[in-house]
């Protein structure tokens, strides 16, 4: 089975080992993997911010970057929910929304490309640690996603996985949200950083890097020791052998 990597804009720039992850554990479930050089942005901070037209141009050209796709792959749900958006886009071009169509069912989630597509919930997976999960809002109410990721992880052997009080709230990233709205994304980022304390876990995981992103430095600022990783780190790291959160280098990457 072949599967094109949207690594995404953050994925890129701010964590390109999670696109390794992702593109390691698929190879290890038999994918042959590559990547279409002509990805760009999805379009999502311009669309959300109400630039159709902008943002139209940027969901050409992902249509175009993909076209030979089997199917599409990205390690985020926010990300995957843009595209799966852009038949509403085009429904005044008939052309163009019949290509955005066809990007769009074939385009998944990391974990609901795993479970739904390839059939696959235990990996052989082993991380010993006590974690948490958050639920990002794109991923739940757009793409409706809500049991991929938690059918993963609840077969990583060791890994104690407690829930996260108000786990469906949003953590205040929102994208240009964080940046408009500063004041009220701090509060919301606040009342996400208290519940993950409350657990009492040492790592928190995720399935969108911008959720983790906006978590993180908040965790980082307010000095709380708390590990964020994305789920795809999880269950590579997890593959390569019985792990525990106590065997870190001195880069904190989890041995």
């Known amino acids: 089975m072949k599967v094109s990597l949207f690594v995404t804009c953050l994925g890129e720039m701010f964590y390109p ?19 279409p050089k002509g990805q760009i942005c999805c379009g999502q901070p311009a669309y959300n911010s109400g630039y159709l ?29 843009m595209l799966k958006e852009y038949p509403k886009m085009f429904e005044e071009d008939p052309e163009w929304q019949e290509k955005a169509t066809q990007l769009a069912q074939k385009t ?7 479970v739904n597509v390839l ?13 948490t999960y958050h639920t990002s809002c794109h991923m739940t109410r757009l793409l409706n996603e809500t049991e991929a990721p938690f059918k993963l992880l609840s077969h990583v052997k060791g890994l104690d996985l407690v829930p996260l009080q108000n786990n469906y709230d949003c953590c205040g990233f ?4 964080a940046v408009k709205m500063v004041p009220i994304s701090e509060q919301m980022v606040d009342e996400k950083v208290k519940h993950v304390e409350e657990t ?56």
Not at 109 to 114: A, D, G, N, R
Not at 119 to 131: I, M, W, Y
Not at 174 to 177: D, E, K, L, M, Q
């Open 53 to 81: 037209q902008e943002s139209m141009k940027a969901a050409k050209q992902m249509i175009k970057a993909f076209s030979d796709a089997e199917y599409v792959v990205t390690p985020s749900g926010s990300c995957a929910a």
């Open 200 to 255: 009492e876990a040492d790592i928190l995981i995720g399935a969108d890097n911008g959720c983790l992103m906006n978590i993180k430095g908040r965790l980082n600022r307010k000095g709380k020791p708390i590990k964020v990783m994305h789920i795809a780190e999880i269950l590579n790291f997890g593959l390569k052998g019985g792990h525990h959160y106590a065997d870190e280098n001195r880069n904190g990457a989890v041995l």
């Open 174 to 177: 929102g994208g240009t949200f």
């Open 17 to 35: 080992t999670v696109g390794k992850d992702v593109t390691e554990v698929l190879e290890h479930l038999g994918c042959e993997v590559d990547f």
């Open 119 to 131: 059939g696959v919930e235990d990996l052989g997976a082993v991380f010993r640690a006590k974690a």
């Open 108 to 114: 998944y989630e990391f974990t609901q490309f795993i």
